[in-house]
């Protein structure tokens, strides 16, 4: 099937557009000539957006390691009194 749409095509025949979305994968809308946009499934954005992480995905990898995690106690800089 088609995969590449002028924007007036795209605009009169959104339906189909949305359909081959759905059935063959991304669809490409150009305008002038050049492509412009992409059509494509919630399935298909969401295998490639990237995923959030939480500040608990960060530390997974330090899970189980017996870390020093004890203070020097010197002075960071001159202390004048």
Same mark, same amino acid.
């Given at each position: 099937?088609? +995969?590449?749409? %002028?924007? *007036?095509?795209?605009? +009169? *025949?959104?339906s #189909? !557009?949305v359909? +081959?979305? #759905?059935?063959? $994968? =991304? %669809?490409t !809308?150009t305008?002038? $000539?050049?492509? /412009? !946009?992409? !059509?494509i499934?919630?399935a298909?954005? %969401? &295998?490639?957006? =990237?995923?959030? &992480?939480?500040?608990?995905?960060?530390?997974?990898?330090? %899970? $189980? @390691?017996?870390? &020093?995690?004890?203070?020097? $106690?010197? =002075? /960071?800089r001159d202390?004048? @009194?």
């Open positions: 099937m088609k +995969n590449v749409w %002028q924007l *007036q095509e795209a605009k +009169n *025949q959104f #189909l !557009v359909d +081959n979305a #759905l059935s063959d $994968g =991304p %669809q !809308v305008r002038h $000539g050049e492509p /412009t !946009v992409m !059509v499934s919630v298909d954005f %969401q &295998k490639i957006r =990237p995923r959030k &992480k939480s500040i608990l995905d960060l530390f997974a990898p330090l %899970q $189980g @390691l017996e870390l &020093k995690l004890d203070r020097d $106690g010197s =002075p /960071t202390v004048r @009194l």
